[in-house]
């Protein structure tokens, strides 16, 4: 970790943004519920890589940038099991997970 | 706008250490490659198996940036947990793909043009501010002071999390056990005569 | 000072037993209402009554004492509430006027009440029948003994409620529901008045409700005559529908369909001069106020006029007595009208007695004989000898022979109306002085027909005289109508005559003995005609009748007075009420429907974006997003700058 470092800060900024749009492609064109959290996940994932990108560039001497990436993952995996519950539960009543065939709240 | 970007990761890449920028392009490829076949794969089991590059990748990024226990963290969790609850959902609700469903929703070509607009305008935020961070200081002891900072000036927020994680770890199994419970009511009636 | 002292004192000083006046009667009317209402109990209900009235009576009359020896008025007030920095007060004024009406109010209804006991005895809602009386008592007490003209508009409508509940005594009647409904509608027409000139009154620089204060104000020149005008004639309206005059009459004869004693209490002594009183009540107003005055005495002479010649004609004897009470009434508007501050009042309570006297005789001979029409009486005289002697006394007060009550106050009117300064006041003479001769006519056509000559009925030919229950009250009555002429002279307790004790500030009027003299000779031509037409027969009131029949007909339907109201409440309000309705329905309701519609419309373009669809929200939320950032971009450049960070 001591050599210096020559990769940008832009670059890591990039794959995060790229990343993002990935995640909130697949968020908003999947039909499968579990792909849709697939997308979040990789959304989450973009967003963590922001965070310890700042905390590395930004001095290294806060620890915001980690504690909040290890919220992040944590409340990730509280998401996750939270709403594979919520998918099951749709799936048992609805007999279907795709996303388009729930529209109980049509106006 | 993007060519400019292009010309100062080029010069950063041939100008330094050579392996250095070679690990980051080759994380970023595995970051991206996966991300993308996730989005896509027509077969559920395969795009959640597709996760598991894309997030090990990104633990490889966190190692580069010195992030080791999170790196770990990322292994353990994402990989080791979500990612095998997501394959469990798929098995449970019929999602191994079927070649003549479609897997995505009318809205496909909206939803390609809106996240390509994000990346569009974020990418052109980055192209024309002028990031000067200058190279990183020199980090040590991340583990031990980031272990500090979780129990000394943000111990609130663990605990909150930690009250979280509780309490999805009980929503979730209430959730999901659904009818299981059998309630004499209309909702179970209603839920048959849907059916 | 011990805190009980305190209050002992203030009783003693602030005149807080002001308030058991009124207080006593609505105490009985909420034990009778609350345990006298069915058969066992309901006898108890007069024995409630009575003493509460009795103790009334004995409060205004000490009042009356003091406020006569003093010649300074008894107030006591509270804050009610409070509007903004408004300040509405309830509150108690005795003064002369208010404590004369107080023990008047009382003596009749006391005596009424007594008489009730017998007259009602057996009927159904006997109980239901005090409670009305002992409400309306209250209420009347309560309107009289008002300090301001708030607090009389809130009795003012109480006493008309209580009119309403007591014409529609027997409300399986037809006939009596629709006078009391008729009644109420009526009257409904003036109070509108009221209330338009409390508003009015509220609205000025200088607003006040207490009558002391307007007076004050009056008197001392801060009102302009151009503010008085108005409001005394919006006042002047919620008498005219009060008092039954001119041309808001009509309900008046219909209301005899209510129990006798109630026409004795409500509709001839005390409620229909609720309107003359409030104009007295108001007079330094109307003094600012000429115009007002004269409307005042012409509708007042147009009434007393058309009311007389109404009951010339009439055979119910109810209705006689009902147009001869407008027609007194009319007296006192006239009176106020033309300056006669005192004769009007003083009317009032000596009409007050003798013809609450003239309804109980008649209320004692529908008793016995169970009809209204004249016709089918006769020859009472020898059966019911104390009704007959009381009745005659009666009809000589009311037709103002010497020296009996109406003697005394009729002529003050006329002197008043011959030394009047108004414009045209000779006229106001003329038309009371050719009422003196009507009066006389009708009052002993009625006498002659119901208590003289031979039988005309079964019945009549079988009366018998009435208990001494209803006898009693008579006996007082009549003789109260034969002395209260007295009380020109001397008030008893107060050491003062009657216009010393209620005209503070109104000046004394003079009198005219040629006036005297006139009204007594047309009184006796009066009582003369009616001799000669129905006790000696030397003139044949049918031979009139085929002689004149237009002005037969004309008297018979009470000058088409009905008829001219069904018109224009079937044609003009009618077509009026039909063209606002065709507004309301096409127009403002249009309007209100066509803006459901709209929103309507909108709403269902609206909900076609609630697909239900989650991803649909999302990609707009990121739409937006976008939007949100681009138009950043465009405007700033740079984001950083947005945010104030330093690169």
Known sequence: MNEPMVIPIQAYLIVSTLLFAIGLMAVLTRRNAIAVLMGIELMLNAANINFVVFWRYGGGQGMEGLVFAITVIALAAAEAAIALAIILNVYRRFKTVNVDQINLMRG | ?195 | MTGRMVLLQALLTEHYDLFLIPGLPFLAALVIAGFCLRPPRERLAPALLIPALTGSLILSVRALAEVGREGVPLTVSYAWLWVGSARLDIGCLADGLSCVMLVVVCTVSLLVQIYSIGYMKGEIGYGRYFAFMSIFSGSMLGLVISDNLLQTYIFWELVGICSYLLIGFWYRRPSAAAAAKKAFVVTRFGDLGFMVAIILIFSQKWWTFNFQQIAGMAHGGNIAAAAATPLALLLFCAAVGKSAQFPLHIWLPDAMEGPTPVSALIHAATMVAAGVYLVARCYALFAIAPVALFVVALIGAITLFLAATMGVAENDIKRVLAYSTISQLGYMMMALGVGGYVAGVFHLTTHAFFKALLFLTAGSVIHAIHTNDMWKMGGLGKRMPITAVTCLLGALALAGIFPLSGFWSKDEILSAAWFSHLPGHWFFFAAGLVTVFLTAFYMFRLWFLTFAGEPRSEEAAHAHESPWVMGGPLVLLAALAVVAGGLKCLVPGTGHGFGAVVGTGHGEEAVSHAAMALSILAALAGIGLAWAAYRARLVSPAAFNARFPAVHALLKNAWYFDQGWRWFATRVVLAGSGLAAWFDRHVVNGMVDGVAWLSGWASRQLRTAQTGQVQFYAIVLTAAVVAGLLAVLAREASLLQLFQVRP
């Open chain 2, 1 to 195: 706008m993007i060519g400019s970007l292009w010309n100062v990761i080029w010069n950063s890449v041939f100008s330094g250490s050579f392996w250095y920028p070679l690990a980051f392009v080759c994380l970023s490829l595995g970051v991206l490659i996966p991300a993308v076949l996730v989005a896509l794969s027509r077969n559920m089991v395969h795009a959640a198996l597709w996760l598991l590059p894309c997030l090990v990748s990104v633990a490889g990024l966190y190692l580069m940036l010195g992030a080791e226990l999170l790196a770990g963290i990322q292994i353990l969790v994402y990989c080791g947990g979500i990612v095998v609850l997501i394959l469990f959902a798929v098995m449970l609700t019929h999602g191994l793909g079927d070649p003549d469903v479609r897997v995505h929703n009318q809205q496909l070509l909206w939803g390609v043009v809106a996240a390509m607009a994000v990346a569009g305008v974020v990418l052109r935020l980055l192209s024309q501010e002028i990031w000067q961070s200058g190279p990183p200081v020199a980090v040590s002891e991340v583990t031990g002071r980031l272990a500090d900072a979780l129990l000394g000036p943000y111990v609130l927020a663990f605990e909150v999390v930690s009250v979280i994680l509780l309490a999805a770890l009980i929503g979730s199994i209430v959730i999901a056990r659904g009818d299981a419970a059998p309630e004499p009511g209309a909702d179970d009636s209603d839920a048959e005569a849907g059916e």
